[in-house]
Structure formats: C-alpha cells, structure tokens
T-cell receptor, first 111, second 114 residues
Framework: SQQGEEDPQALSIQEGENATMNCSYKTSINNLQWYRQNSGRGLVHLILIRSNEREKHSGRLRVTLDTSKKSSSLLITASRAADTASYFCATAHYNNNDMRFGAGTRLTVKP | GAGVSQTPSNKVTEKGKYVELRCDPISGHTALYWYRQSLGQGPEFLIYFQGTGAADDSGLPNDRFFAVRPEGSVSTLKIQRTERGDSAVYLC????????????FGPGTRLLVL
C-alpha cells in the first residue's frame, strides 16, 4: 500500500516561478526522500531528509519536514522548463525494509 | 561503472505466458528492490533483497510473482501465467548497505500483456 500522498496532483507554472509540492504520511518514519521521474521511466533521487532534520537544501531545491504534522514539502526555486517532470515522495519506516511512494505531483513548467 | 540496468526495455507477451525481467544493480550494492508502476501512479513496492535473500516479499501481489537473486547481484523477477492486469512498468533499484537509504533506479521494463 502507498504511504506518502503528494499534493497537488498536478501543478503548472511559468518559468522563473517557484514550485511547491507537499507530501503527507501516516506513520512514523526513519527518513523521507524526494524523487523525480521523467517520461514514466527511472526515478532520480533528489534529497533524503532524516526524521531528526527539519530542513535541507540542494541547489535550487529546499525540503522541509514536520514530523508533528507528518508532512514534508519540496520547493523548487526559479523553475526551468527542464524541471517539468513528476515528483514523488517516499517514506522509509522503522518497522519495515521498503519505501512507500505516493502517487506523485506532475509539474509542468512553461517556457 | 554505470547505474542500474534492466532488460528488456520493453516486453510484449500474451495472456497466460511466462516472463522474466532482469535487473543488474550497481556493483557492490547489497540491497535490491523491485517495484511496479502503473500509469499515473507511484511505484508500488514488490520485494526487497538484502544479499541473496528476500528480506521482505510482502508486496508481491500473488503466487504468480517470484523473484530470485542467487548470487547477491543480478536479480530476476518472474511472472507466471501473465494476466492483462500485470501490464505496467517494472522498476528495479539498488542501494548500499542496509535498507532505507538512497535508492538508485534502473530505467524500468515496460511489460504489456495482450
């Protein structure tokens, strides 16, 4: 069963704008990861944030984690057309060995 | 040195046939995962290997699905008596060390059951 749920399901913005995607989950996590997928094929890892961390940055990406609300957000600043893709959050839990993915947010950045 | 590779890229088969999907993980990665992804959905966990053993196969939908990793490297996902509902992209990922870390995904095998 899937664990993380992304919001919104789809997002369309203009190049240069910021994009924010949210992820909610249900049970305690070890870490939460964000992935990107182009054209329905392999996923690319973006950021891993551990349960004891609140914020992480990587280039134009900023991820926050609020364990009290069981939610995370991914912010892409100064978006580019090449950022067009589907973005997934995946939660890793203490009591099992796998990660659970949400249904993803489909981001479209218009040039 | 590459990343995770999967073969074939695409597989078309008829209902009732047997298929095998192969995954070559990154060299040295002890953890290997199989996922299934349907159109518009996120990857759905199938099975996780740590070394040669299946540490968690709770995601396999039924006994028509089976996976092996006999030497702790290459893995094969086997589907017997395929059904049209098995059509999906099958993704493989590997990671270093224990589970829960960063996973590196292959390009997937797109399976179509006619």
């Amino acid at each position: 069963s899937q664990q993380g749920e992304e919001d919104p399901q789809a997002l369309s913005i203009q190049e240069g704008e910021n994009a924010t995607m949210n992820c909610s989950y249900k049970t305690s996590i070890n870490n939460l990861q964000w992935y990107r997928q182009n054209s329905g094929r392999g996923l690319v890892h973006l950021i891993l944030i551990r349960s004891n961390e609140r914020e992480k940055h990587s280039g134009r990406l900023r991820v926050t984690l609020d364990t009290s609300k069981k939610s995370s957000s991914l912010l892409i600043t100064a978006s580019r057309a090449a950022d067009t893709a589907s973005y997934f959050c995946a939660t890793a839990h203490y009591n099992n060995n796998d990660m659970r993915f949400g249904a993803g947010t489909r981001l479209t950045v218009k040039p | 040195g590459a990343g995770v590779s999967q073969t074939p890229s695409n597989k078309v088969t008829e209902k009732g046939k047997y298929v095998e999907l192969r995954c070559d993980p990154i060299s040295g990665h002890t953890a290997l995962y199989w996922y299934r992804q349907s159109l518009g959905q996120g990857p759905e966990f199938l099975i996780y290997f740590q070394g040669t053993g299946a540490a968690d196969d709770s995601g396999l939908p039924n006994d028509r699905f089976f996976a092996v990793r006999p030497e702790g490297s290459v893995s094969t996902l086997k589907i017997q008596r395929t059904e049209r509902g098995d059509s999906a992209v099958y993704l493989c990922a590997s990671s270093q060390g224990q589970a829960l870390g960063t996973q590196y995904f292959g390009p997937g095998t797109r399976l179509l059951v006619l």
